[in-house]
């Protein structure tokens, strides 16, 4: 199975990182629905998970893998430490709000909604829990993981953070009354 997956990774690289991450997101978003929203089978909204899907695959999976080979090609700093580090501040403040703010509004719009309540409520809390994860696996991923992997590493990283994603897209991040942010269930 990894020997096919890596002559896919060769001959049609955005492709097979595309459909790799369009699974992926769906699992995610079929975890929040039944490991934390415990929604069961009989009412999954099929739906949401299309739309995490097509995301994973038509917008995250070639944004991701384009933006990695742009990285490991134009961020090359005096030595190795100071170029992961640039890696890193480059995806967290550049490609993170830029996809953030593209996932909610997409969302939104395949929803049947505007996107901007979404933003104004999710967006925050959305962004202040990136900062608390990626980071630490980008920097481990830029040092350790070849470039062909990367998108797969971080699609496996965010089997957890999509759930976390879906879960915050579905409920937004505050009650109506208090505006206090949500926590995720525990488990």
């Not at 703010?101 to 809390?125: C, H, I, N, Q």
Request: some cysteine; glycine content about 8%; charged content about 15%.
């Amino acid at each position: 199975m990894l020997r096919w997956y890596q002559a896919k990774l060769k001959s049609a690289p955005l492709l097979t990182q595309s459909i790799t991450t369009a699974v992926l997101f769906a699992t995610g978003d079929v975890m929040a629905q039944q490991g934390v929203e415990k929604v069961g089978l009989e009412k999954h909204d099929f739906s949401r998970t299309g739309r995490m899907a097509a995301y994973g695959g038509a917008v995250f999976g070639p944004a991701a893998t384009t933006w990695y080979g742009f990285l490991q090609r134009r961020i090359n700093l005096s030595t190795t430490n100071s170029t992961i580090l640039a890696r890193v501040g480059c995806d967290q403040f550049i490609f993170a709000p830029i996809n953030m703010t593209v996932f909610l509004s997409s969302m939104a719009y395949l929803e049947g909604s505007g996107p901007k309540d979404k933003l104004r409520k999710a967006w925050k809390p959305g962004m202040i829990n990136n900062f608390l994860l990626w980071p630490w696996v980008q920097g481990v991923n830029f040092k350790y993981v070849p470039l062909e992997y990367r998108v797969l590493v971080v699609n496996f990283v965010a089997l957890g953070w999509n759930c976390y994603l879906s879960y915050l897209n579905s409920s937004g991040s505050s009650t109506p009354e208090s505006g206090i942010e949500k926590e995720l269930p525990p488990s």
